[in-house]
Every structure is written in C-alpha cells, then in structure tokens.
C-alpha cells in the first residue's frame, strides 16, 4: 500500500510540475526519484515488463551479467509507462567490444520509444555516436530533466544534436565533465550544449559544475540568458577558472529573469575578471525587471572593488531573499563595511556567512548595518572563532530590537564573556525563534549557568520555539538554570542536548520535572550522546505519563540496555486497567532519531508506531482494544457493572475485534443471564 502511495504522490507532483515549473517542487521530485530508484535484476524486470506501477525509477549499470539482457530490457522499458526515471551508469561506448556495442544500440533503440520517463541520468559514461538511438525520446517532449554526471563525452555534437529541437526539458545539469580531458575542446564542447539549449524556450534551470567555462560557453550562456525568459537558475560552480568570457557572462547575466544565481567556487579569477562579474550581477539587481531572489557568491575571494559593486546592487533591490557568502575571504575591513552599509536598507532575509573570518571589527561592522535592518530573517555566522567578547558585545546591543527569527552561531568559540554578551542582548528579544550555539568548546559549565540565569528562556514574551546548545561544555549547575527556566516556559518546541559530555545522569534526570509541568509544550528533546543509563531512562518515562506533547525524545547511548528502553512500554500502554489504558501516553512516537544501540523490544516498537497516528482517540481505542479484548479470555465484567445508558455509547466506540465479533457478542457471552429463558 505505501508503495502505491508514493506513486501516487509522484504523479501529483508531475502534474503540478506540468502545469507551472517550480524549482523547489522539482528538486523535491527529483528527491522522491532518488529514493525509489532500483537495480536492475531478473525480478525487476520481470516487474517492468508487467508495468508494476512500484516501480517507478531504474538504475541500469553495465555489467558483464547484463549483456544478454540489453535488448529485452530495452524493449520493456520503451514498453513501460509506469518509469519516471532511469539512470544509465558505467557504459564506456568505444572501448567495449563491437558485439556489446550493437547490444547497447538495440537498448537505446528499445528505450527511445518509452513515453513516461522525465528524468534521465547518464553517470560516468563514455557518450559517443552509439547514444544517437535515444534522439527519439528527447523529441517526444516527456523528458523534463537530463543529468550528465562524470561522463567523458567523445562526440559532443551528438548529446547537441539530441537536445537541438527539444522543447520539453526544463532542468539540465553537467557535473565534472571531463569532454575528452584538452580545456579547449571542453570549453567548445560546452558550447555546443549550451547553444542547443538556447533553442528551448522553455528550459529553466542548467547547473554546470566542475567543467571548465571558458570564452565560449560564457558567450553560449549569454545567448540562453538573452533570449530565454523562463530560465530561473543559472549554477556555475568550480568552472569558471579564468577570465576568459567574463564580460559576455556579466552582460547576460544584466538581461536575465533568473531568480537563482549561484556563481561560487571562481577564486581562481583575477581581481579585475572578478570585478567585471560583480558588475553583472550589480546590474542584475539593480534593474527594475530585476527578478533574482537566491545569490549564491560561497568560496570567492571577495575584494573591496567586487564587495562595493555587489552593494551597490544590493541598495537598489527590492527582490532578493537570501544572499549566501559563506567561506568567503573578505580582504579589508572596509568590504564589510559596504556589505552591511547595503543590507541596512536591503530586502535579504537570509544571510549566510559561514566560516568568512570574521573578525571583531567585522562583526561591528555588521551590526551597525543591523541597527536599521528590519528585513533579515535568518543570520547564519558558524565556524568565525576569531570572535572575542568584543565582537559579541557589538551584536548583542543591536539584539534586543532585532527583527531576526533565527541565529546560528556554531562553532564560533563562544567563551563565557561571550555567551553572557549575547545573553544580554537576547534577554529582551520577542523575535528570536530558533538559536544555535552548538559546539562552543571554550564556554564552561559555569559560563552556561550564568547564560541561563540571564535567558531570554525567562521572558514571558519570548518567541523562541528552538534552542540547540549540543556538544559544549554543558553541567549539572547548567542544567538545573535551564530547567528552572523550562517550567514555567510555554513556548519551547525543540531542545537539543545532544553530545554533552559533563553532563551526569543526576543532571538528566532534572528534565523529568519539565516533562511534568503543565506549561511545557516540548515537543523534541534531543538527548543522544549523553550519560544517558537504564536509570534516567526510568525516571524520564515515569515523568511522561501525564506528558501530551512530546512526540521525540532522542536518549541514544551506549549505557542503556534493552529492559531500560523496556521502561517506556508501561508508559506508553498501561494494562492494569481500561482506564489505565485509555490515560496511557499517546504522543510518544520516537526514541532514537537516527539509530538505535540497543535491540528495542518489538512491544515497544508496535506502540510508537501505534503513536505516529494523529488521530490520538483511535490510537487509545486501538491500545484498549489490543490490551483488554483481543482474545477470549478479555474481561468484560467493566461493561455488565457500566450504567445502562452510558454502556451502548461504550459498546459502539469499543467496535469490533480483529475476526469480526462485535463487543456486543462477547459481553453476551460474558453475561449468561441475559440469555436465560
């Protein structure tokens, strides 16, 4: 049955696809493909020719155990109209024996005639004159996406000649093309894939990674972008290696419609090419037909004259979202100085800024920008441990007006100075929903103590809602503040504790008292990594019995065995009475989010997989039901003392057991005088 669901699911989504191209919905498509894809075997083709609806993508690898099969599988798949995807892997064209090769030509002659498949992926092939057969499946304008992965394309006016014509696909992608090893045959290759693609007006997305774009294939793309208005993402990243094209680059990029834009991995451009790119892209933003939402810019080295043109772009637009500057070398001062000057009065929400050496004046910098931005959502600042209290204090003066939602400053070398600065700040906060601080080595025990005295955890108006301080320097005295603090909180939905290695079990057990408290809306409690021992695990389950909104509660560890896991199952299902039963925990659905050191009592597995239903008054119906009348020695004597007029209600709700009698039938046959006559 799930299998048909899925199917079904993905066909929803070819659907939406076809009737408007979204990027996000087709990665997520693509995603759900990946998932399902299958080897070839006997069985699976056996399920192919059957057009069994479960599969729905196949990988084909080139095998000697393959080669009498080529042509009868080729001719099933062309027959299929169930496939949505197939991936090709490991054909090597010119080097395999002649025999193999007419096999292979019989393959993609049988294929060529499939009218289902959307996605096709060739994976370090060789691609030469015996690909020519599959033209017919990019004419027929099923084919919405091509992948060429790894591949060594020997005849690239032949991958050309397919895709000249085609009006269908929307998505293409060449990774780590070699395109016979010489740069320029590469650069020339690539121009005669981009300029085949010109010619589909409705292509969306081409993403070249890892593949040399040299003067050619820049003066290509400026042609797609030029005369394509429905080209949306645009990636070209590790390929732009020197600045031969730029210009033609930069000018098509000034035309575009594209909402997506990633340019990383070009640190090998000169200054100067890097400058004429930035102008594009500043001329991109700056137009009033200006569409771009995502930038992508990670792995550059930024220079002051690049960084002054992006900003100016960036003062000027309304459109952009997100702006990713992550392990980016910023080379003065003076280039955060113009970013942050641009983003105070910038429509970004998300700044990413990951591993850019940032520095005190730096942060400073940026916060001064901050003061005024009302706009930026999400700053993610991880891995930037040159950071001293300073830096931290300049953030934090700027926090407590801040519209931020979220903020991630992992891996920054927090120290306890530090961490009592950004306490401050956030105390007053009412924005802040998610905070990351995970991996802050140089924090100790009491350090955290006293950021939870001064949490924003304390403010009845907060809005956090996430909070992850994993892998720290995390103690008992830690412990105990932030407890306190959760009592009383209502708006927390997820804590992660994850990989804090001082903390003891008496420390752990302190959260049974959260779980317990009426205030308390946590919903995932992550505790993997931890000293977590039978006996924690005792006191935490006994604190969930009363719990109604905990649905996962990570306590993966090597100190538990499974008879403490075994401690959950009374909470999650109490037999001792229907009522019992019925008042038992029906949230808890998980114990172990990625995977379990213990084997889990098949008891307990069965009720948390009970408990992943949101419908809770059927889970409780399903859990009295299994206890209390599952066999015939069920106890009915509850139902022949019950109240007449609440006992029909109870009989219908109870239903029926797993053969078909009726609760009616076995509280008869329980009350023998009621059959007197």
């Avoid at 002649?98 to 294929?111: Q, W």
């Avoid at 033609?248 to 909402?259: D, I, Q, V």
């Avoid at 008891?603 to 008054?617: G, P, Q, V």
């Amino acid at each position: 049955m799930d299998s048909f669901n899925a199917v079904e699911d993905l066909l929803s989504k070819i659907a939406r696809l076809n009737a408007s191209y979204d990027e996000d919905l087709l990665t997520d498509l693509v995603s759900s493909l990946d998932y399902a894809c299958v080897d070839y075997s006997e069985d699976i083709m056996s399920k192919i020719r059957s057009n069994d609806p479960t599969i729905t993508s196949l990988r084909v690898r080139f095998t000697e155990e393959i080669d009498d099969a080529l042509g009868e599988l080729g001719r099933h798949i062309g027959e299929n109209t169930q496939l949505k995807q197939l991936v090709i892997r490991g054909y090597r064209d010119e080097d395999e024996p002649g025999h193999f090769r007419l096999l292979f030509r019989s393959f993609c002659e049988g294929v060529s005639r499939n009218r289902s498949i959307i996605r096709l992926q060739l994976c370090r092939c060789f691609i030469g004159a015996d690909w020519s057969e599959l033209e017919p499946l990019f004419a027929d304008g099923h084919l919405t996406e091509l992948d060429l992965e790894e591949c060594l394309v020997i005849h690239p006016s032949c991958i050309a000649s397919m895709l000249l014509g085609n009006a269908s696909l929307k998505r293409v992608n060449i990774h780590q093309h070699q395109w016979e090893v010489r740069i320029v045959r590469t650069d020339e290759a690539n121009r005669l894939i981009i300029e085949a693609l010109a010619a589909n007006p409705n292509l969306a997305s081409l993403s070249v990674m890892g593949s040399y774009v040299g003067k050619k294939s820049c003066e290509a793309i400026e042609t797609l972008l030029s005369s394509n208005n429905n080209m949306r993402t645009l990636t070209i990243k590790d390929s732009l290696s020197d600045g031969r094209g730029i210009g033609a680059l930069s000018n098509g990029l000034t035309a575009s419609a594209l909402e997506t834009l990633v340019l990383s991995d070009a640190s090998s451009l000169t200054n100067r090419s890097y400058c004429v790119l930035m102008t594009g892209v500043s001329n991109m933003l700056k137009s009033s037909n200006s569409q771009l939402k995502r930038l992508d810019l990670s792995n550059n080295e930024m220079n002051d004259d690049g960084i002054s043109m992006l900003s100016g772009g960036l003062s000027g637009n309304s459109t952009l979202q997100t702006l990713n500057l992550a392990n980016c070398l910023f080379s003065t001062v003076r280039t955060w100085q113009s970013l942050a000057s641009a983003l105070s009065t910038s429509t970004v929400e998300h700044l990413i800024i990951i591993s850019s050496g940032l520095t005190d004046e730096d942060i400073a910098a940026l916060s001064h920008g901050l003061s005024s931005n009302f706009t930026l959502k999400t700053l993610t600042m991880s891995l930037n441990p040159d950071i001293t209290s300073i830096g931290w204090q300049a953030l934090s003066e700027v926090m407590p007006n801040s519209a931020l939602k979220e903020l991630n400053a992992s891996c920054c070398g927090l120290d306890d100075e530090s961490l009592l600065s950004l306490a401050n700040g956030l105390a007053a906060n009412t924005n802040l929903k998610t905070l990351t601080l995970g991996n802050n080595g140089r924090a100790t025990g009491r350090g955290w103590s006293r950021f939870f005295r001064s949490s924003i955890l304390q403010n009845p108006n907060t809005a956090m809602e996430t909070l992850v301080v994993s892998s720290n320097q995390f103690e008992d005295e830690a412990m105990l503040e932030l407890t306190n603090d959760l009592i009383t909180n209502s708006k927390l939905r997820r804590l992660d504790l994850s990989d804090n290695r001082s903390l003891t079990a008496a420390g752990l057990q302190l959260l049974s008292t959260v779980f317990q408290s009426n205030h308390t809306l946590l919903e995932v409690v992550d505790l993997g990594c931890n000293a977590v021992t039978n006996e924690v695990l005792r006191g935490l389950a006994i604190s969930l019995v009363g719990n109604t909104t905990l649905e996962i509660l990570d306590v993966t560890s090597e100190n538990i065995t499974p008879e403490g896991v075994r401690e959950f199952c009374r909470v999650l299902c109490d037999p001792s009475s229907i009522n019992s039963t019925f008042s038992s925990n029906h949230t808890l659905r998980s114990l172990f989010q990625y995977h379990s050191p213990v084997i889990v009592p098949e008891e307990l597995t069965s009720l948390l997989e009970l408990n992943e239903s949101t419908n809770k008054a059927e889970v409780a119906r399903q859990k009295v039901l299994q206890t209390h009348f599952s066999d015939s020695n069920s106890t009915m004597q509850v139902f022949a003392e019950m109240n007449l007029k609440v006992l029909p209600a109870s009989i219908s709700w109870m239903g029926t057991d797993e053969c078909g009698h009726s609760l009616m039938y076995k509280l008869f046959r329980s009350m023998a005088y009621t059959c007197e006559y």
